[in-house]
């Protein structure tokens, strides 16, 4: 017969791999972005856009970087500082990139600003959850 710390054991084990699953995605989106990142620097610098680029390929790969160094964490206070720094570098990204956006001269990097976005809410979700623990 089952004790009545069952159903609380189920919800927490339900939970744990709702984050798991959320830190696979978020590690899968961010190396994507990263990808497509420097396939954007790559036309940028062919455009002779070299200083907008170099600071999109910095910020845009360290998402992912800051990422995994979060998920490698020793401390859930490590956890949430990695995650913190990759959401201050999914922000700056966002910000290089819709100038490009802005600017006549630059390629479209809607695709790419949609990609941020959804990496945003899915960090804020994530750093909402530990820090709620």
């Not at 062919?46 to 992912?64: D, E, P, V, W, Y």
């Not at 390629?107 to 790419?112: A, I, K, Q």
């Amino acid at each position: 017969m089952g004790t009545i710390n069952e159903p609380l054991k189920a919800k927490k084990q339900k939970k744990l791999l709702m984050e798991r699953t959320e830190e696979t995605l978020i590690a899968q989106l961010s190396f994507e972005l990263a990808i497509d990142i420097i396939r954007y620097v790559d036309v940028l610098e062919l455009g002779n856009k070299t200083l907008l680029a170099a600071q999109l390929f910095k910020t845009g790969t360290s998402i992912c970087r800051h990422i995994r160094t979060a998920q490698k964490g020793e401390s859930e206070q490590e956890y949430v500082e990695g995650m913190n720094a990759a959401m201050s570098s999914v922000e700056e990204t966002d910000y290089y990139l819709l100038l490009c956006q802005k600017s006549f001269s630059y390629p479209d990097p809607t695709n790419l600003i949609d990609k941020t976005i959804r990496i945003k809410k899915l960090l804020a979700k994530i750093i909402s959850t530990v820090k709620i623990r």
